[in-house]
């Protein structure tokens, strides 16, 4: 992991700065795909992991978040707009534009659905950060702003 600034962390991946995974303090923000638990847990060992967020619900941002939540036991946030994508696979590829490669990237990056513990909405604070709405790319896509 490569610290970006205070609190803040890049976890390692392939490749480099393609499909971003951080921890911010405690919380770990977007999981990649579901073919990452394994390197993202692998660098998260030894450090406290208090909760999950994602930026938005798409296949290669919450594709190890239920293996990741499984294994640490922690809870699940996701931008309130989000939700019904992120506890419903069908709702999410439903989201998306009919194109091929969405549809191969919903098959081979996409992780279980999972029920969201809890909806982030503007304003609320992560990790020292506060939650912003900034749909566009989702319908529910939020940022971290400190």
Known sequence: MRELAPGVWQVSGRPRNAINVYLVEDVLVDAAT????????????????????????HPDHQGASSAVCDALGIPYWVGEKDVPLAEDLDQMRASQKPHPLNRMIMRYWSGPARPVDRHLREGDEVAGFKVLDVPGHSPGHIAYWR
């Open 34 to 57: 579901r073919r990452a638990p394994k390197r993202i847990l692998g660098q998260l060992q030894g450090r406290k992991v208090s909760a999950h967020a994602l930026t938005h619900a």
